[in-house]
């Protein structure tokens, strides 16, 4: 193996983290104690990674106790939202090396990330990025995902001895280099060979080089059908169904582990070995932010401005994405998921009134579906919103396309959709009132898929109506309009549904929908939409049908244990919660859960309350963004002669894939 033998010659040449595996003198003479430790680094996924915390464990597993710049003890680190950077005091100057590091945020969504990297060395000055990539090397090593061993390291010291052994640091880097060689040489990287994946002291979020090839690579763990841990690697912009190099992280490790005699490319089970580059797709990159620059200094310019004013409109796009079908002639051709122009004008100035500023801009994917063969055109991009605190305060999501005759060169143009459509894989667990799983007929837990059809604008207008979904196994479900944000499912076409509040009002499973296929629940399976837009703000008026394609993400969860599904803190059979408290509002927190799923975060909260024979009455709080662990839930208002006869809670979570889990509580009193 030549790669192999080159790396052992120079280790930090081929993405090693350096060092040996002790920084621990073995000298008996007494000596000044080496000054604390600090730590410097970079977590980005492309962009920065977003309120990332940072955590250490050392190499017996045991937790690395930290401070701030003061000295005072802190359980984690915190990036900063600018640029992904974050330092790390820790308490000792010898830690028990080798280091391994956490970083779990979000993204430019919102989606929850955690990524790892390690450490070899204490000598300073200690830099350790932390990247997809470096997550996919320490994968590698440790033969799992890393997030596994991470949660439970102090039974897992043997593995992560691993980290700490540079010739297999060096073999695993110079492997994951070489499968996405090519989209390294298209971000103007000449020699990856020499790159050092971990301790780049240069490497910024500054969308070139690593951080370029970063924005179009999509890197995930996932379980295949018999549990094994997998690592994908992939263009962004091809299909998701189709992940170009899967590599058996089991094997990996094995491989790795007889050094000079194992088999490391053995581990790799795609019929590809390298993953392919967008060219031309990501050849402007590079000044995507000039875009985010541009948005901000305007919010800056016009804080506590008229948002009839429209000094936005220079940003937006003269041929965006055009809507299907096109908009009547004399109406503005703007879209983006329900949003047309005037409303954008509204949302930006909204932020210029509270002095919001946009973070660097990520990409998500490509609108163009299908994609042309010469690349992308129209991005999917996202940029958190936050106060002037760091707080996170919002998501802006939009389409943006490239033009070398405008300032910026990036415009917004939208994606031509008159609504957000989605498809999720689901899990869903039933608990008693007092936190215990039910016994029930059916499987509990249960896996399905969501479709969401926003069908209502955020004042509660009507945008969405009779639609119809096409599965990937040909059948059609018929949705319809339910006075709810989303539509529900339709099974009777003589009777308009009425909305539950129960997931059933969304969700497609076995055996509701007996049509249901293991075809449906692949990832990336392709969902067509053809909806009825309800466009009350354009001459066109309602009866728009559009057909729009939405791709599962991830498969559903094939057995997910009890423990990824939300728990509210507190609650037992001595302490259950009560219909009373459900009906006028109360306290939650869910700290617990969120401390032992770091990839996961609570994104609804609903009350349902039922009584024979009328509706039942729904009442959703919102989530803010960020590590948010506790919350106020609303009161419900119920009408007069109301008598409950059951009350539930819904508490719904999504992890780093996009699969979502739900929680009902529920109980007669």
Same mark, same amino acid.
């Given at each position: 193996?030549?790669?192999?033998?080159?790396?052992?010659?120079?280790?930090?040449?081929?993405?090693?983290?350096?060092?040996?595996?002790?920084?621990?003198?073995?000298?008996?003479?007494?000596?000044?104690?080496?000054?604390?430790?600090?730590?410097?680094?970079?977590?980005?996924?492309?962009?920065?990674?977003?309120?990332?915390?940072?955590?250490?464990?050392?190499?017996?597993?045991?937790?690395?106790?930290?401070?701030?710049?003061?000295?005072?003890?802190?359980?984690?680190?915190?990036?900063?939202?600018?640029?992904?950077?974050?330092?790390?005091?820790?308490?000792?100057?010898?830690?028990?090396?080798?280091?391994?590091?956490?970083?779990?945020?979000?993204?430019?969504?919102?989606?929850?990330?955690?990524?790892?990297?390690?450490?070899?060395?204490?000598?300073?000055?200690?830099?350790?990025?932390?990247?997809?990539?470096?997550?996919?090397?320490?994968?590698?090593?440790?033969?799992?995902?890393?997030?596994?061993?991470?949660?439970?390291?102090?039974?897992?010291?043997?593995?992560?001895?691993?980290?700490?052994?540079?010739?297999?640091?060096?073999?695993?880097?110079?492997?994951?280099?070489?499968?996405?060689?090519?989209?390294?040489?298209?971000?103007?990287?000449?020699?990856?060979?020499?790159?050092?994946?971990?301790?780049?002291?240069?490497?910024?979020?500054?969308?070139?080089?690593?951080?370029?090839?970063?924005?179009?690579?999509?890197?995930?763990?996932?379980?295949?059908?018999?549990?094994?841990?997998?690592?994908?690697?992939?263009?962004?912009?091809?299909?998701?169904?189709?992940?170009?190099?899967?590599?058996?992280?089991?094997?990996?490790?094995?491989?790795?582990?007889?050094?000079?005699?194992?088999?490391?490319?053995?581990?790799?089970?795609?019929?590809?070995? $390298?993953? =392919?580059?967008?060219?031309? &797709?990501? #050849?402007?990159?590079?000044?995507?932010? @000039? %875009?985010? +620059?541009?948005?901000?200094?305007?919010?800056?310019?016009?804080?506590?401005?008229?948002?009839?004013?429209?000094?936005?409109?220079?940003?937006?796009?003269?041929?965006?994405?055009?809507?299907?079908?096109?908009?009547?002639?004399?109406?503005?051709?703007?879209?983006?998921?329900?949003?047309?122009?005037?409303?954008?004008?509204?949302?930006?100035?909204?932020?210029?009134?509270?002095?919001?500023?946009?973070?660097?801009?990520?990409?998500?994917?490509?609108?163009?579906?299908?994609?042309?063969?010469?690349?992308?055109?129209?991005?999917?991009?996202?940029?958190?919103?936050?106060?002037?605190?760091?707080?996170?305060?919002?998501?802006?999501?939009?389409?943006?396309?490239?033009? $070398?005759? =405008?300032?910026?060169?990036? &415009?917004? #143009?939208?994606?031509?959709?008159?609504? @957000? %459509?989605? +498809?999720?894989?689901?899990?869903?667990?039933?608990?008693?009132?007092?936190?215990?799983?039910?016994?029930?007929?059916?499987?509990?837990?249960?896996?399905?898929?969501?479709?969401?059809?926003?069908?209502?604008?955020?004042?509660?207008?009507?945008?969405?109506?009779?639609?119809?979904?096409?599965?990937?196994?040909?059948?059609?479900?018929?949705?319809?309009?339910?006075?709810?944000?989303?539509?529900?499912?339709?099974?009777?076409?003589?009777?308009?549904?009425?909305?539950?509040?129960?997931?059933?009002?969304?969700?497609?499973?076995?055996?509701?929908?007996?049509?249901?296929?293991?075809?449906?629940?692949?990832?990336?399976?392709?969902?067509?939409?053809?909806?009825?837009?309800?466009?009350?703000?354009?001459?066109?008026?309602?009866?728009?049908?559009?057909?729009?394609?939405?791709?599962?993400?991830?498969?559903?969860?094939?057995?997910?244990?009890?423990?990824?599904?939300?728990?509210?803190?507190?609650?037992?059979?001595?302490?259950?919660?009560?219909?009373?408290?459900?009906?006028?509002?109360?306290?939650?927190?869910?700290?617990?859960?969120?401390?032992?799923?770091?990839?996961?975060?609570?994104?609804?909260?609903?009350?349902?309350?039922?009584?024979?024979?009328?509706?039942?009455?729904?009442?959703?709080?919102?989530?803010?963004?960020?590590?948010?662990?506790?919350?106020?839930?609303?009161?419900?208002?119920?009408?007069?002669?109301?008598?409950?006869?059951?009350?539930?809670?819904?508490?719904?979570?999504?992890?780093?894939?996009?699969?979502?889990?739900?929680?009902?509580?529920?109980?007669?009193?």
């Amino acid at each position: 193996m030549a790669t192999w033998s080159a790396c052992l010659l120079a280790l930090s040449a081929c993405g090693g983290g350096g060092g040996g595996s002790s920084a621990r003198s073995s000298s008996g003479s007494t000596s000044t104690p080496p000054p604390n430790v600090v730590i410097t680094g970079v977590a980005a996924i492309g962009a920065p990674m977003v309120d990332a915390r940072i955590k250490l464990v050392d190499g017996s597993g045991a937790a690395v106790k930290l401070t701030d710049v003061n000295g005072n003890a802190i359980p984690y680190a915190v990036t900063n939202v600018a640029d992904g950077s974050f330092t790390l005091y820790l308490t000792t100057g010898t830690p028990t090396l080798p280091l391994f590091i956490e970083a779990a945020g979000t993204d430019g969504t919102g989606t929850p990330v955690v990524l790892h990297s390690l450490l070899q060395s204490t000598t300073a000055p200690v830099v350790a990025n932390i990247t997809p990539l470096t997550d996919a090397v320490v994968a590698e090593l440790l033969g799992a995902n890393p997030l596994t061993i991470f949660q439970s390291a102090a039974s897992n010291a043997k593995l992560l001895a691993n980290l700490g052994n540079s010739s297999m640091v060096s073999a695993a880097a110079a492997q994951i280099i070489g499968i996405v060689g090519a989209n390294l040489n298209n971000a103007k990287i000449s020699s990856p060979s020499t790159l050092n994946l971990f301790q780049d002291a240069t490497f910024t979020t500054n969308k070139l080089g690593v951080d370029a090839t970063l924005e179009g690579l999509r890197i995930q763990i996932v379980k295949d059908v018999t549990g094994a841990d997998q690592l994908q690697l992939s263009n962004r912009f091809v299909p998701i169904q189709s992940p170009e190099v899967t590599v058996n992280l089991a094997t990996a490790e094995t491989q790795l582990g007889k050094g000079s005699s194992g088999n490391l490319a053995s581990a790799i089970t795609s019929s590809t070995a $390298k993953t =392919t580059v967008a060219t031309s &797709t990501l #050849s402007n990159i590079s000044s995507l932010d @000039t %875009l985010t +620059v541009a948005i901000n200094n305007l919010i800056g310019q016009r804080a506590g401005a008229s948002i009839s004013q429209t000094t936005f409109a220079p940003l937006m796009s003269a041929s965006p994405t055009q809507p299907s079908p096109p908009l009547t002639t004399g109406t503005g051709p703007y879209f983006y998921n329900g949003r047309n122009a005037t409303q954008l004008e509204q949302l930006l100035s909204n932020y210029s009134a509270n002095n919001y500023q946009l973070s660097s801009m990520q990409i998500t994917g490509c609108i163009d579906d299908p994609i042309p063969s010469k690349g992308c055109i129209n991005f999917a991009v996202s940029s958190v919103v936050t106060d002037t605190t760091g707080k996170l305060v919002d998501v802006f999501s939009d389409g943006v396309t490239f033009n $070398k005759s =405008t300032t910026p060169n990036w &415009t917004i #143009s939208g994606n031509g959709r008159y609504t @957000t %459509l989605g +498809v999720y894989p689901v899990a869903y667990a039933v608990f008693g009132l007092n936190g215990s799983l039910t016994n029930l007929p059916t499987v509990n837990p249960a896996v399905g898929v969501q479709v969401n059809i926003q069908s209502q604008d955020s004042n509660g207008a009507q945008i969405a109506g009779n639609s119809e979904v096409q599965i990937p196994s040909g059948q059609s479900v018929p949705f319809a309009y339910c006075s709810m944000s989303v539509l529900c499912i339709w099974p009777t076409p003589s009777i308009l549904p009425t909305a539950t509040g129960d997931l059933s009002d969304t969700l497609l499973q076995q055996p509701t929908l007996g049509w249901l296929g293991s075809v449906d629940a692949q990832q990336g399976a392709k969902y067509i939409i053809t909806y009825q837009g309800w466009l009350g703000f354009t001459v066109q008026g309602p009866n728009t049908n559009s057909t729009a394609n939405a791709y599962l993400p991830a498969a559903p969860p094939a057995s997910p244990a009890q423990s990824v599904f939300p728990a509210i803190d507190g609650v037992t059979s001595g302490a259950p919660l009560t219909g009373t408290s459900i009906a006028s509002g109360f306290t939650i927190s869910w700290l617990n859960w969120a401390n032992a799923n770091p990839n996961m975060r609570v994104i609804s909260v609903r009350t349902v309350i039922v009584s024979t024979g009328s509706p039942s009455v729904i009442t959703d709080t919102p989530i803010p963004l960020g590590n948010v662990t506790s919350i106020r839930v609303n009161p419900a208002t119920l009408p007069a002669g109301f008598t409950p006869t059951s009350y539930e809670v819904w508490i719904g979570a999504v992890d780093n894939l996009g699969r979502r889990f739900y929680t009902q509580m529920v109980g007669s009193s």
